[in-house]
């Protein structure tokens, strides 16, 4: 296999994003919350959107999260809130929280949290990912905001991105307590793992399927945890990257290991999740979500099949709408500053209208 393709196959493997190893410089120090997005919190400041890293439990388990409250925000005053699912592998620290500070510009309280097995929540073996934990995580999100001082039950929205987008479309059909459902490049991880990245490794379910079983069996009796979709970003030059032919893994491999770089982010995930991950699908009774759905994705995503499957089958709300983001690739609907205004803005305009 030359070493292109065993990029590629990495790369697919991790299906969104590859493991990061921590970088000497990483761009995570230069911030002292770990922020690594464009214009992100460095202090707390009077009159301005303050963050605030928060620990909570989740069935045992302790999750690490960061809310943000609104400019001249006010204990004793009502606010509108969203809980923000991040991408596959991804952190808070990164376009959730991106995210979660643009929304909160708007004056609504926020939240993004790491998933528990990942970045700095706890659990073990580490790294499983499994979209029960996932869909849980969004649940014990909106838990946890639901408590917090100012926060209006009535009107609490959630927004999912990447592989957080399907997951928080997983956690909407029974949590009815989100008022409104938003999804930017919505991911179906499940699909993907079962399928291959646009169908690329269907012929192999089974096989894949038996060393999933195979790592479980090793996890239980061994203790070993064995891990898949590793990807070392160091070992990869930029020529070798640049020919990666979906822009998925191309711009990922830029984004996760150079320019939003962070040491929690890591899609190394553990096999024995294929077993639950490969035989679950975001889009299963999808049509339980009877609240206002907004999916947003790039015209030139190569994901964007995804976010179009999802949409046609959620038949359960008729307030739904797809919003393109003309010329938007999947990565840089995470960071570009001219896509993120247009979300955010499109944003501005569902939230504003659904949790009013």
């Known amino acids: 296999m030359t070493t292109l393709k065993k990029i590629a196959a990495a790369v697919c493997a991790a299906a969104c994003i590859a493991s990061v190893s921590a970088a000497p410089d990483d761009i995570s120090k230069l911030n002292p919350y770990g922020l690594v997005y464009q214009g992100a919190v460095k202090t707390n400041t009077a009159g301005e959107v303050n963050i605030h890293p928060v620990t909570y439990s989740l069935h045992g388990i302790k999750i690490a999260a960061n809310v943000y409250t609104p400019a001249n925000y006010d204990a004793k005053q009502s606010y509108p809130a969203v809980v923000v699912a991040h991408p596959n592998g991804g ?80 956690a909407a059909k029974s949590d009815k307590r989100f008022a409104a459902v938003a999804t930017i490049s919505m ?60 822009d998925l893994y191309r711009e990922g491999l830029e984004y996760y290991g150079r320019t939003h770089r962070h040491p929690n982010a890591t899609f190394s995930y553990t096999t024995s999740s294929l077993m639950d991950l490969m035989t679950w699908d975001a889009t299963d009774q999808i049509e339980l979500i009877n609240v206002p759905l907004l999916m947003i994705a790039g015209s030139k995503a190569d994901s964007l099949y995804m976010t179009q499957d999802a949409f046609a089958k959620a038949s359960g709300t008729s307030d739904k709408e797809l919003y393109g983001i003309p010329g938007a690739t999947h990565i840089k609907t995470y960071y570009v500053p001219e896509y993120v205004d247009q979300e955010v803005a499109k944003l501005s305009e569902f939230f504003g209208r659904t949790l009013k």
């Open 91 to 170: 952190t808070k620290e990164q376009v959730a929280g991106l995210f979660a500070q643009r929304l909160a510009e708007l004056g609504y309280i926020t939240i993004a949290a790491d998933a528990a097995y990942q970045g700095a929540s706890g659990g073990e073996p580490r790294h499983t990912d499994k979209p029960q934990f996932r869909t849980e995580d969004i649940h014990g999100m909106a838990s946890y905001l639901l408590s917090y001082p100012g926060v209006d039950a009535s009107r609490l929205g959630a927004l999912g991105i990447c592989g957080g987008g399907g997951y928080t479309l997983n």
């Open 187 to 246: 991911f179906n991880t499940g699909l993907v793992r079962r399928m291959g990245y646009m169908n690329s490794a269907a012929d192999t379910v089974q096989e894949r399927l038996k060393a999933a079983s195979d790592a479980h069996a090793a996890e239980m009796l061994k203790g070993e945890a064995a891990l898949s979709g590793t990807v070392d970003f160091d070992a990869i030059s930029p020529e070798e990257a640049a020919k990666i032919p979906n």
